[in-house]
């Protein structure tokens, strides 16, 4: 069952995700100490903030123990799987699409561009990791989607 959202955003809040998913937050909160790879981030009040990728995975999680009636255990060997295919398949697509994703490597020391030659954006050494590329990634493709729909 997919929904579609008029605005797509970089965060949820557990309320969000509780009523896009079908899903009391109890049971989120419950799944985050069982599967490893659902660990949202939070924000400066303490508060749980998810992304879309978070939200994918738990539809996935849900469909498998709940449609597909797998047992945590069995839940968790396939999730486990899942990742490391979902890895491998986007360092294919990072080979692939290398040219693109050169435009978004550090332009002077400690600087990302986010908008190709336009605007810079300073982030300390720690910050630069994948997870924070791909929401780079997904700002600039929301932005860019927003302008073009202002034309």
């Known amino acids: 069952m997919k929904k579609n959202f008029a605005m797509k ?4 809040s557990i ?6 998913a079908e899903l009391e937050q109890y049971v989120l909160r419950y799944w985050e100490t069982e599967f490893e790879q659902l660990r949202p981030a939070k924000n400066l009040s303490g508060n749980r903030i998810y992304t879309n990728r978070d939200i994918k995975m738990i539809l996935y999680i849900k469909k498998l123990l709940r449609e ?20 491998d398949d986007e360092a294919k697509k990072e080979e692939v699409s290398a040219p693109k994703i050169s435009k978004l490597s550090p ?22 990791n994948e997870s924070l590329k791909e929401d780079l990634l997904e700002l600039r493709s929301f932005l860019k989607n927003l302008l073009d729909g202002m034309k």
């Open 68 to 87: 597909e009636k797998y047992t945590i255990e069995g839940a968790k060997k396939l999730i486990r799987n899942y990742s490391i295919k979902e890895e």
């Open 107 to 128: 332009v002077t020391g400690n600087e990302m561009s986010l908008f190709e030659n336009e605007t810079s954006v300073k982030f300390d050494d720690a910050m630069k």
């Open 15 to 20: 309320s969000e995700v509780s009523r896009i």
């Open 9 to 12: 955003k970089l965060y949820y």
